[in-house]
T-cell receptor, first 111, second 116 residues
Framework: QKEVEQNSGPLSVPEGAIASLNCTYS??????FFWYRQYSGKSPELIMS????GDKEDGRFTAQLNKASQYVSLLIRDSQPSDSATYLC???????????FGTGTRLTIIP | DTEVTQTPKHLVMGMTNKKSLKCEQH?????MYWYKQKAKKPPELMFV???????INESVPSRFSPECPNSSLLNLHLHALQPEDSALYLC???????????????FGPGTRLTVL
């Protein structure tokens, strides 16, 4: 069974610190990986996608992928209270419309 | 324009009602999705349309009936729902096809459905 696993949290991080979110996946066919941010009562918002081993940076966000170890992570630098949300990790094969979502990690940034 | 729109934002219906949810995208995407999301759970895939054809049906009860009138529009027709069907219904789209290698899915704001 294809699984994407995340620590449900809550993860509490002081404002200005680095928040580190982790995700592991079981299906080696997965080749595309996504991080979505979801505020309470709102829809998921795509914030990062990564397909190759290594790091991908976008502003304060860095996604890291290690296919050998089957994990994906998201680092948020200089955390802000507005980063408080649930972060969903998703994985899928290339060219396949079906994504497998993790259960999400609830992140709280403490002012 | 990287927006997926959904109407209505909120819907309250009785178990004998018939209603429809609507979704529209103008990104030229060829794959569109319906998801259901319960509180504190991840989105759960219901249907996928690829090039206006139903490509995935995740064994959804027949009281949910999807329709894709054209490449920009997606409807979800609801009939004889149960209270446990109350949830946030999300529409998403992605590039799809051979150009959609990486399958980035973009979600609409959702319709909050309450079944009484």
């Amino acid at each position: 069974q294809k699984e994407v696993e995340q620590n449900s949290g809550p993860l509490s991080v002081p404002e200005g610190a680095i928040a580190s979110l982790n995700c592991t996946y079981s299906d080696r066919v997965s080749q595309s990986f996504f991080w979505y941010r979801q505020y309470s009562g709102k829809s998921p918002e795509l914030i990062m996608s990564i397909y190759s081993n290594g790091d991908k940076e976008d502003g304060r966000f860095t996604a890291q992928l290690n296919k050998a170890s089957q994990y994906v992570s998201l680092l948020i630098r200089d955390s802000q209270p507005s980063d408080s949300a649930t972060y969903l990790c998703a994985a899928g094969p290339f060219g396949n419309e079906k994504l497998t979502f993790g259960t999400g990690t609830r992140l709280t940034i403490i002012p | 324009d990287t927006e997926v729109t959904q109407t209505p934002k909120h819907l309250v219906m009785g178990m004998t009602n018939k209603k429809s949810l609507k979704c529209e995208q103008h990104m030229g995407h060829r794959a569109m999705y319906w998801y259901k999301q319960k509180a504190k759970k991840p989105p759960e895939l219901m249907f996928v349309y690829s090039y206006e054809k139903l490509s995935i049906n995740e064994s959804v009860p027949s009281r949910f009936s999807p329709e894709c009138p054209n490449s920009s529009l997606l409807n979800l027709h609801l009939h004889a729902l149960q209270p446990e069907d109350s949830a946030l219904y999300l529409c998403a789209s992605s590039q799809g096809g051979t150009g959609g290698l990486y399958n980035e899915q973009f979600f609409g704001p959702g319709t909050r459905l309450t079944v009484l």
